[in-house]
């Protein structure tokens, strides 16, 4: 019986393994959209815009950029229309970019901005965005409240006033700076950045507290130069598209989570900031 019962295993396993066959499924063409990723603000001394085609899921190099070269660029502020310079790097495709000086177009805010892109083979993309205003920094000051084996963290805490009558997004970055004796210039090490909002706190004074990270194992707490925070006025599509990217992945148990885009024609982003800086020696 044992015998049957072992012919009849091994004649299964020899049928089963005869009706095994490779499948070729047809997958769907896939046609790349504009991918366009810019950030303006009067305090910058360019506007520069990244423009690249977005590749398939199935691609062997997907996480490479597909730097688009022959674009023409435009951006206007619904009176003056300039169009931006294509900037190539020596070093990588990937990060050219178009560019314009803002002594040629100034980016002022309350005003509004439109970028339009186009390609020679008929793609076209456009957004628009806001300048915030300044939000003044009140009061700002740090200690030092941990140092171990070169690792520091500093504890900032910082105060400013929310502008009533509108939703307001802000972003806090706190960046380390050493002197650098090579290029004779302060430079960053490390730091730590945060978003927020305060629409239920709306023209309140507001108090907050953030940890500044400091990593480097031959510095001590007492070669720390600066400590150079900035809070930014931010727009809206500038903060969802942030949160959106933090909040991205997961793991395999959690829901998918689409990136926030304001591209019209495309994906990306295109937003607007305004910041004060303070250096806290």
């Known amino acids: 019986m044992n015998n049957i019962i072992k012919l009849l295993g091994s004649f299964y396993i020899i049928i089963s393994m005869s009706c095994t066959k490779d499948a070729e499924i047809a997958l769907p063409e896939y046609k790349p959209t504009l991918v366009i990723h810019s950030y303006i603000s009067p305090m910058d001394s360019q506007v520069v815009v990244y423009v690249n085609l977005s590749k398939s899921a199935y691609n062997s190099n997907s996480y490479s950029m597909n730097n688009v070269k ?7 502020d619904g009176i003056i229309t300039k169009t931006l310079n294509y900037s190539p790097s020596f ?8 560019y314009i000086d803002t002594v040629q177009f100034k980016i002022k805010a309350g005003n509004t901005y439109t970028l339009h892109v186009t390609t020679p083979d008929g793609k076209e993309a456009s957004a628009s965005t806001s300048i915030p205003f300044v939000v003044a920094i009140k009061s700002a ?6 140092s171990m084996y070169g690792d520091s963290i500093y504890n900032l805490n910082f105060t400013f006033q929310d502008p009533s009558g509108q939703d307001n997004y802000f972003k806090f970055g706190a960046y380390v700076l050493v002197h650098d004796t090579v290029l004779d210039r302060l430079i960053s090490w490390s730091g730590n950045e945060n978003m927020a909002t305060y629409f239920e706190r709306d023209g309140n004074l507001i108090s907050e507290t953030m940890d500044v990270y400091r990593s480097f194992e031959f510095l001590n707490p007492t070669e720390i130069r600066f400590i150079d925070f900035r809070l930014m006025h931010v727009t809206r599509e500038f903060y969802l598209y942030h949160q959106s990217i933090q909040n991205y992945g997961g793991g395999p148990f959690t829901e998918p989570n689409v990136a926030f885009t304001n591209i019209t024609g495309g994906v990306g982003v295109f937003a607007g900031f305004n910041y004060q800086q303070r250096m806290l020696r």
């Open 70 to 76: 022959d674009a023409t660029v435009k951006i206007s």
């Open 91 to 98: 070093f990588s495709d990937e990060i050219s970019y178009y």
């Open 141 to 146: 000051d740090y200690k030092l409240v941990s």
